[in-house]
């Protein structure tokens, strides 16, 4: 069965500092994955996805992921980063082929000291 | 374009009363699904309904739990009756035609006292 591991549940860094949060999959196939971000109150906000192609994946607000088949991770990246971007991130993975379920990391909640 | 409406974005209401979301999917999408999001058990599927049609249900906790689909543009999401273990955001999001993207409503938060 398909699944997503995000190993951190809470990372503290410092404005400026930079970020990998890592995301670990399991899935038969090439995956179809994602990375989303929560702020408080707030909807899941879609900040990158990988289908195939190039396995580093530009996304919004400075942030980047790389795949890699032979680790099973599609970690998320940003070399600088903002107190704005504290919030909680989820990684996700396409369920199967023939459908558009998602199946989603418990997440990691990003703190920015300043 | 509008994003995915979800409403109420909030309610309280007492156990044991009706509670229905509702929710509009993006124009075009044809791709609807609930989430539901607790502390305990985090972001889970609830059902997914594909060209109106539910696909996968599984999710749904027990026979409290309905959600319908009549056309395109509206799906509902009903718990009847409610209880305080039922207390949760409930997410809508709708994907476009082919394996695309997941788009978010902002959630329906219910507290059920």
């Known amino acids: 069965a398909q699944s997503v591991t995000q190993p951190d549940i809470h990372i503290t860094v410092s404005e400026g500092a930079s970020l990998e949060l890592r995301c670990n999959y399991s899935y038969g196939a090439t995956p179809y994955l994602f990375w989303y971000v929560q702020s408080p109150g707030q909807g899941l906000q879609l900040l990158l996805k990988y289908f195939s192609g190039d396995t580093l994946v530009q996304g919004i607000k400075g942030f980047e992921a790389e795949f890699k088949r032979s680790q099973s991770s599609f970690n998320l990246r940003k070399p600088s980063v903002h107190w704005s971007d504290a919030a909680e991130y989820f990684c996700a993975v396409g369920a199967a082929i023939g459908t558009d379920k998602l199946i989603f990391g418990t997440g990691t909640r990003l703190q920015v000291f300043p | 374009d509008a994003g995915v409406i979800q409403s109420p974005r909030h309610e309280v209401t007492e156990m044991g009363q009706e509670v229905t979301l509702r929710c509009k999917p993006i124009s075009g999408h044809n791709s609807l699904f609930w989430y539901r999001q607790t502390m305990m058990r985090g972001l889970e599927l609830l059902i997914y309904f594909n060209n109106n049609v539910p696909i996968d249900d599984s999710g749904m906790p027990e026979d409290r739990f309905s959600a319908k689909m009549p056309n395109a543009s509206f799906s509902t999401l009903k718990i009847q009756p409610s209880e305080p273990r039922d207390s949760a955001v409930y997410f809508c999001?709708?994907?476009?035609?082919?394996?695309?993207?997941?788009?978010f409503g902002e959630g329906s938060w219910l507290t059920v006292v």
């Open positions: 999001a709708s994907s476009p035609p082919g394996r695309n993207t997941i788009y």
